[in-house]
C-alpha cells in the first residue's frame, strides 16, 4: 500500500484529521477530548495521510522561533505495521527542512522512544504525565533542506500555500491577470 502525504487543505480533510486522532485518541488511548483537542489546531500546520484515497494517519506542527514541533501524530489501527510512521516522520521533517527549521521537537509516548530514536531524535528532560500517558521530550537536529523558503524568495513564492512553495500561486495569476506574464519571476525565484 503506498501512502501518500499532504498537508491539509480544506474543511473536509481537516474532519479527516481530526476524525483519525478521535480514533487513535479518544477511541483507543482514552484521553479526555479537552486534552486531546487543546486549541492548538487552528495556529498548526495539519498533515493528512491516505492510502488509496481512504485517510489513515494524521500529524501536525506548529512552528516556533528556533524550532518546529511535531504533535498529534497518529495512525488508524489496521494501517500499524506497514512502516507508514517511517513515511509520516520523513514527511513531516522534510516539511520543516524546507521551511528552513534545523531542530524538530515532540513529546513521544515513553514506549515509542526507540521509534524516534532510530529518527535522530535524541530525549530531553525527564519523563512527564499527559492523557493518563508517559510522555519523553525529544529534538533531533535535521539537515535544512538546500532550497529551504527565505525572504530572498520574494512575494510570489512566499504567498504560495503551506507545502507548495514550488508551485504558482494567486500573485503569479493576479500578475498574469495585469499583462504583467513572468515578469516578478525573475532567476532568484522558485
Known sequence: MKACFKIVRNSEER?????????VYLGEQHCPWDEEFDGNDDAATQVL???NGEPF?????RWFAEFAKLERLAIRQ???GAGHGHELLAYLLAVCAEK???????????????FYARHGFERRGATFAFSDHLYVEMAATIARDSGAITLADGPMVLNRPEGEWGRPGIL???AQRMGMKGAPLTPAYR
Open 78 to 80: 489496521p494501517f500499524r
Open 100 to 114: 528552513g527549521f534545523a531542530k524538530a521537537y515532540l513529546h513521544a509516548q515513553a514506549r515509542l522512544e526507540p
Open 57 to 61: 494517519a494524521t500529524a501536525r506542527i
Open 172 to 174: 503569479e495569476r493576479s
Open 49 to 51: 495521510g491516505c492510502v
Open 15 to 23: 474532519l479527516q484529521a481530526y476524525a483519525i486522532r478521535a480514533i
